[in-house]
């Protein structure tokens, strides 16, 4: 089956520091998403990428779709507290028939620690 | 705009006992997920639905555990008999697909925390 390897488990950082994280996949997927777990609740979602080669943005977060489809990677700059969390890749692909209704092949997380 | 609602939050519960967890996904979504987070082995995804119709189960660890999608509002998902090793975060999540649309991204809801003693 698919399997998503993401990088690194944990980071204790600095605040002010940037991050960079990153997911790779033995298939090829056609969407990329990265979510944001804080403790007590469900993941949230905090970019999605649709085409290969895409660059997103999303306030001081920014993602790419690789050019293989089969990774991306997730930077944080200038790392404040409240970016404490787990941080999940998630990829989908097209399913038998041409469609997967949905389902996400999901990474095993990075732990993010911010010190002040 | 309300989100995936699941109920209740926390569950504690003997084993042996039947153990009931409830979702309602965001109005207008018509996939819905359910899936089980550990320390272990992370988030699985247990089985999903498009349409009210369960699409696949593969996920789902054994005949224990059932779900149900009587209607686009509702889903639940049943353990019975329950097992100290079924403690985990159970979440549900929904989605929007349309063929030749594709799909949404999933939207997640805050979890129901089981403990089987």
């Known amino acids: 089956g698919q399997q998503l390897n993401q990088s690194p488990q944990s980071m204790f950082i600095q605040e002010g520091e940037d991050v960079s994280m990153n997911c790779t996949s033995s298939?090829?997927?056609?969407?990329w998403l990265w979510y944001k777990q804080d403790p007590g609740e469900g993941p949230v979602l905090l970019i999605a990428?649709?085409?290969?080669?895409e660059l997103t943005s999303n306030g001081r977060l920014t993602a790419q779709f690789g050019i293989t489809r089969k990774d991306s990677f997730l930077n944080i700059s200038a790392s404040i507290p409240s970016d404490v969390g787990i941080y999940f890749c998630a990829g989908r692909s097209l399913g038998a028939g041409g469609t997967s209704y949905g389902k996400l092949t999901f990474g095993q997380g990075t732990i993010l620690t911010v010190h002040p | 705009d309300a989100g995936v609602i699941q109920s209740p939050r926390h569950e504690v519960t003997e084993m042996g006992q039947e153990v009931t967890l409830r979702c309602k996904p965001i109005s207008g979504h018509n996939s819905l997920f359910w899936y089980r987070q550990t320390m272990m082995r992370g988030l699985e995804l247990l089985i999903y639905f498009n349409n009210n119709v369960p699409i696949d189960d593969s996920g789902m660890p054994e005949d224990r555990f059932s779900a149900k999608m009587p209607n686009a509002s509702f889903s639940t998902l049943k353990i019975q008999p329950s097992e100290p090793r079924d403690s985990a975060v159970y979440f549900c999540a929904s989605s929007s697909y349309r063929q030749g649309r594709g799909n949404q991204p999933q939207h997640f809801g805050d979890g129901t925390r089981l403990s089987i003693l």
């Open positions: 298939s090829i997927f056609n969407t």
């Open positions: 990428l649709y085409k290969a080669g």
